[in-house]
């Protein structure tokens, strides 16, 4: 790392925290009847917040910029933020609006999301400092399909950093209004890693086959590019992760097996994974194994970053549960 590249990862997105109601049953009874749960936990939301407490609890110097309402809420997510070693420095606090923020209803095989948007569709990428991406050897945004302010302007942003030198990746979540467009094309264009889960892959590529639709997606960004385009990185729960590229293998990975106590955010964690690896310099099998890995030890606590692993978890996993990579072609 360069003196003035002394941020590994700059992210920007979403700030929100998550209220989690976690049962067997967590759905909830109309007609004013009150049921009990098993419990109701306050923790950090967002998939961009999320990431960062992933990639900070494993070593990586980083960096976030968005917004928070100027309430409790909003507090409550910068402390958190701060207290894992995040540079928050530059979030922007608007008294105008209320911290988004969603409540998660979790069986902890499934769950379902209710989000009221507040300051989570307000970062505006226009404003993020010059100086703070100047630092950073790597730009990440998540939630891509929440960022009505900045959505149609994230692609130049990207296009505009990696030109300077600094690599870039994004997640764009579900798109609640199931358009699964809205400039994802220029942005895989943009992208140097792409984040998708299997019905993400699916749905925006509009490919069944979800090795088919990695290697859609992956021609689409290697489009105008010589470089190969980007790889795009695909969740696929319990059945690991694969990855490709444009012309090159798809390439699978097993999950470490696990008894999840909340599935959420290990998509997130399974991203920050991935680019510790990645950045480091592993390989494409090498960077999905070590994101597998994160993705799975994240669920062995409620909320997305209770049960995120350090580096020595991680290898320590990696070492008793050597699952084979393949490149899609037996």
Known sequence: MTAERDLDILVIGELNPDVIVSDPDPVPAFGEVERLVGSIHLTVGSSSAIFACGAARLGLNVA???????????????????????????????????????????????????????????????????????????????????????????????????????TTSFDTNWDPTGAWDGGVRDMLRASDVFFPNAAEARLISGVADVEEAARALARIGAEGRTDGGPVIAVKLGAEGALACS???PVIRVQALPADPVDTTGAGDSFNAGFLRAWLDGADLAGSLRYGAVCGALSTRALGGVDAQPTRDEVAAALTSNTGAATDGTD
């Open 64 to 166: 976030f910029f968005g917004v928070v309402g100027d309430d409790a809420f909003g507090r409550f997510v910068l402390e958190a933020l701060r207290g894992r070693g995040i540079d928050v420095s530059t979030v922007l606090v608007d008294p105008r609006l209320p911290t988004g923020a969603s409540v998660i209803l979790t069986s902890g095989r499934d769950r379902a999301i209710l989000t009221a948007l507040g300051t989570i569709a307000a970062m505006d990428v226009d404003l993020v400092p010059a100086a703070l991406l100047a630092r950073a050897r790597h730009l990440h945004s998540g939630c891509f399909y929440m960022q009505e302010t900045s959505r149609s302007r994230l692609p130049a942003f990207f296009a505009s950093a990696r030109a300077r030198g600094i």
């Open 246 to 248: 444009a012309g090159g």
